[in-house]
């Protein structure tokens, strides 16, 4: 390897942070003996309405605080924020426009949320591993949870 290729190795690198990624995988571990495996819990589509609903409010805070809201210089909320909009109603780009859809927004989004673990914006932020009574949960029935509620009522 040559010290140009070096260089842009170990910036790359600095970019991330791997406690967030790992994080993330300890997370889906957790989550897997709770509520079972993701695939069988997220078959589906959303609704076009719970879409244009979705699309609807994130326009909005977006149309209201881009480019603002924070004393730095950029908004890793903000940035998230327009990824995850990007992908449900697809929009305006630099380029023009894209329609929903592209999956590549959701890494972007991911990307937004590494950054403000990294740099917190949101005063007094810390993190604090949470057990299952600080949780929200999980947002419907789970398979693991319907299958037990099968068993309990046979």
């Known amino acids: 390897m040559n010290s140009t290729t070096t260089r842009t190795i170990k910036a790359q690198t600095d970019q991330m942070n791997f406690e967030f990624l790992q994080g993330m995988v300890n997370r889906m571990d957790v989550s897997f003996f709770k509520y079972g495996e993701f695939r069988g819990n997220y078959r589906g589509q959303y609704s076009e309405e ?14 209201k605080w881009k480019g603002g809201g924070t004393t730095a210089n950029g908004n890793a909320i903000m ?11 697809g929009g305006e780009v630099k380029g023009g426009t894209v329609p929903r ?3 590549e927004y959701l890494m972007d989004f991911d990307n937004g949320g ?5 740099c917190p914006q949101v005063p007094q932020a810390t993190f604090a591993a949470t057990d299952d009574d600080k949780s929200p ?8 949870e319907a299958e037990e509620f099968e068993r309990e009522n046979q």
Do not use: C, P, Q
């Not at 719970?50 to 149309?63: G, P, S, T």
């Not at 940035?79 to 109603?89: G, I, N, Q, S, T």
């Not at 949960?137 to 693991?144: A, D, E, H, R, V």
């Open 101 to 103: 859809g592209n999956t």
């Open 79 to 89: 940035f998230a924020l327009e990824r995850l909009l990007l992908y449900v109603a």
């Open 114 to 118: 590494m950054i403000e673990f990294t």
């Open 50 to 63: 719970f879409l244009r609903d979705l699309a609807k409010h994130l326009r909005a805070l977006v149309k």
């Open 137 to 144: 949960g999980f947002s419907g029935l789970s398979k693991k």
